[in-house]
């Protein structure tokens, strides 16, 4: 064997791994290299040696002409260049396939394994913030715990305690509400109410006493709003001052002040139905024992179909035991009841007309001489209501104007039973500049409008001695327009039909000297 031929299978050794094929002759193709052996001539230097490629037949050319006929197949060949060298050793370069080192996506993953290293840290930091805020509530539950079985065990609760001075509340506000009943010679409607409400009260702690103990914050709250609602009653007496005449008696020197209104509700056809008045029955035989009537007119202002009766402020208040009733020739908002009869302008024309309130029936139609209708000196903002009725202690009256008096005030009494004028009183103030007008004891008081929330009690008329003057007593007011003014002299109230809404006001008298 060549001395080089040990080299060139150290190579084939060598290659064969990197190339994917084992290069190492079988025994036959070694056994024809060393046969052959005399005639291989070893490479000289600068010479050339074909190995195969991947993909080629490992065989090894075993004479020179073998190598010379190789020399077609050089195409699919690796050309390496060797050479030996004093000692026959052979050496050669082989060129090994491109194995570049990926820096690159190296690189990349070691930017991803930090961001996500840092995002684990960040994580972990919340979760232990989370684990602190998880012990605190712990601590937090067991307390609470702690603190409620204390309270079950424990035989006497603070809610008892607390019902306990609830009771001992309720009581002082019992006292109290008899002596501003005591206080109240007049009318003690608001009082009463006040009473009852109280009186309810006490059943409801009563109640939940035996039934529920933690609504006590709720009990309060209400017994707070009730001392709130005596207080500003007794408020009121004491800013009102003289003690009320008797009810039904005119022992006074006239209307000093009045209140501030008492919002009942808003009428029973709803807001829509601005225009209309009510009141309560008044009869001398009987008197704290009338009706309670409200009667809107339509939608238009001036005509009045409808009108409903209860027998009580609760009914009203409730909606409930309404007696509703139905006519077809009322014109404007100048209504009033006196002695179970509705007194109305009959409709388009210048007569009044007494309507039975028992049959719903006409029962008298009559005309009023002289007087103007159908707008010609309707109130100020309320139109129809040339002809106002109103009722008083010495019984029923109509304000007017005709064209005579050049439109300025005309008050008249008239029979309630035959509506015959009994006497005539000519004043000086004109109707069209007064909003609304009411009779107390045989006095005409006027309004007129001082704002949208105020109005004024500017100027009387007194029947019984012909004297008239300026007076300045302010009223508060919910909407800005009065429709109408009827006044109960049992009750000493006036009811105020103000945009739809229901209210009441009590009057304050002169006293006079004993």
Not at 186 to 201: A, F, H, P
Request: proline fraction near 4%.
């Amino acid at each position: 064997m060549k001395p080089g031929l040990p080299c060139l299978l150290t190579l084939l050794c060598l290659l064969g791994p990197a190339m994917g094929k084992t290069l190492l002759p079988t025994n036959s193709d070694f056994y024809a290299i060393t046969t052959a052996e005399s005639s291989w001539s070893a490479p000289t230097s600068g010479s050339s040696l074909f190995i195969p490629t991947s993909g080629s037949s490992p065989s090894i050319p075993t004479s020179g002409s073998d190598w010379s006929s190789s020399s077609s197949q050089s195409q699919s060949f690796s050309n390496f260049t060797g050479s030996t060298d004093e000692r026959g050793i052979c050496q050669c370069s082989v060129v090994l396939p491109d194995t570049t080192f990926p820096v690159e996506r190296v690189e990349r993953l070691e930017v991803t394994a930090q961001a996500i290293s840092k995002k684990f840290n960040k994580e972990l930091s919340k979760v232990k913030e989370y684990v602190q805020l998880i012990s605190v509530y712990e601590k937090k539950l067991f307390n609470l715990t702690v603190r409620i079985e204390i309270m079950e065990k424990d035989s006497i609760s603070y809610t008892e305690l607390d019902f306990e001075l609830i009771k001992i509340e309720v009581r002082e506000m019992e006292k109290l509400i008899k002596r501003l009943k005591i206080g109240f010679v007049g009318s003690t409607v608001i009082v009463d109410q006040l009473e009852v409400e109280i009186r309810n009260m006490t059943l409801l702690v009563e109640k939940l006493e035996t039934l529920d103990k933690n609504n006590v914050l709720a009990i309060r709250r209400e017994i707070l709003a009730l001392k709130n609602r005596l207080k500003e009653c007794e408020a009121s007496k004491e800013e009102i001052g003289p003690t009320p005449p008797a009810p039904g008696s005119c022992a006074h020197g006239g209307v000093v002040n009045i209140s501030r209104p008492d919002i009942v509700k808003l009428n029973w056809r709803g807001f829509s139905y601005k225009y209309g008045a009510w009141g309560r029955d008044y009869s001398p035989q009987h008197p704290g024992e009338g009706l309670y009537w409200v009667a809107p007119l339509d939608t238009d202002g001036r005509i009045l179909q409808y009108y409903r009766l209860y027998n009580t402020m609760d009914d009203l208040l409730l909606y409930t035991n309404a007696q509703q009733n139905r006519i077809t020739y009322g014109q404007g908002s100048g209504t009033a009841v006196y002695k179970n009869s509705m007194y109305v302008n009959w409709y388009n024309t210048g007569n009044i007309a007494r309507v039975n309130l028992t049959t719903n029936t006409v029962a008298r139609t009559q005309t009023l001489p002289n007087a103007a209708y159908n707008n010609r000196f309707s109130y100020a903002n309320i139109g129809w209501q040339d002809i106002d009725l109103a009722a008083d202690e010495n019984g029923l009256w109509v304000i007017y104007a005709t064209e005579a008096s050049t439109g300025n005030m005309v008050i008249s009494k008239l029979n309630d039973t035959t509506l015959e004028v009994l006497n005539t009183w000519q004043t000086r103030q004109y109707k069209p500049s007064v909003t609304n007008a009411f009779m107390v004891c045989g006095v005409l008081y006027a309004t007129r409008t001082l704002n949208t929330r105020t109005e004024e009690i500017f100027y009387y008329y007194d029947t019984n001695t012909g004297k008239e003057g300026r007076l300045s007593i302010v009223m508060q007011k919910m909407m800005e327009n009065l429709q109408s003014i009827n006044y109960h002299p049992f009750e000493q109230k006036l009811f105020v039909y103000n945009d739809g809404y229901l209210l009441t006001y009590d009057l304050v008298f002169q006293q006079k000297p004993q």
